[in-house]
T-cell receptor
Framework: QKEVEQDPGPLSVPEGAIVSLNCTYSNSAFQYFMWYRQYSRKGPELLMY????GNKEDGRFTAQVDKSSKYISLFIRDSQPSDSATYLC??????????FGTGTRLKVLA | DTGVSQDPRHKITKRGQNVTFRCDPI?????LYWYRQTLGQGPEFLTYFQNEAQLEKSRLLSDRFSAERPKGSFSTLEIQRTEQGDSAMYLC???????????????FGAGSRLTVL
């Protein structure tokens, strides 16, 4: 079993939809939970992160962490075609290691 | 601070040639990482530095790969005798290295894409 599991998609939604992206993990020592957005042939861009637990909101984006279920989510409200990208989750604890999901490809249709 | 910078952005080379990539991390970050990413996959860890010390190397890093971070600032990743299987995006990232800061997250550069013909 991988330490971090993420559905690769692709996920296609109409413009304006609410998008839910998810990752599950097995290591209870993880403290940092990150979401990256990656456009084709570009480096990953840090979108949001949560330290320890709870929710965080930034504009149209909300990150949630449920440590009891070992489950994290990224919600995108009022999705736009410009949100079409691959979304990577990543996690780390009190070590140098950052563990990544494989990424979910999202396509928002105009 | 302009973030993590990588150079060149794209390199096309012939099999058997040597290539070198450079990374300039965020200046106050003491940890620097190299990752490799192929199409449809998440980043795969190659190696990391804490200041100038290279503390961990992945099994993916064959003896044709070498990384340095002289003086704990910029880093270089050299691939000798390139093979077609080396074609990938090489990503550099940096982090503060302070677990308890609440901000110990990884910031990536734009990547250096290698194409080996």
């Amino acid at each position: 079993q991988k330490e971090v599991e993420q559905d690769p998609g692709p996920l296609s939604v109409p413009e304006g939809a609410i998008v839910s992206l998810n990752c599950t993990y097995s290591n209870s020592a993880f403290q940092y939970f990150m979401w990256y957005r990656q456009y084709s042939r570009k480096g990953p861009e840090l979108l949001m992160y949560t330290y320890s637990s709870g929710n965080k909101e930034d504009g149209r984006f909300t990150a949630q962490v449920d440590k009891s279920s070992k489950y994290i989510s990224l919600f995108i409200r009022d999705s736009q075609p410009s949100d079409s990208a691959t979304y990577l989750c990543a996690m780390s604890g009190r070590t140098y290691k950052y563990i990544f999901g494989t990424g979910t490809r999202l396509k928002v249709l105009a | 601070d302009t973030g993590v910078s990588q150079d060149p952005r794209h390199k096309i080379t012939k099999r058997g040639q040597n290539v070198t990539f450079r990374c300039d991390p965020i200046s106050e970050h003491n940890r620097l990482y190299w990752y490799r990413q192929t199409l449809g996959q998440g980043p795969e860890f190659l190696t990391y530095f804490q200041n100038e010390a290279q503390l961990e190397k992945s099994r993916l890093l064959s003896d044709r790969f070498s990384a340095e971070r002289p003086k704990g600032s910029f880093s270089t990743l050299e691939i000798q005798r390139t093979e077609q299987g080396d074609s990938a995006m090489y990503l550099c990232a940096s982090s503060p290295g302070d677990f308890d800061s609440g901000a110990n997250v990884l910031t990536f550069g734009a990547g250096s894409r290698l194409t080996v013909l």
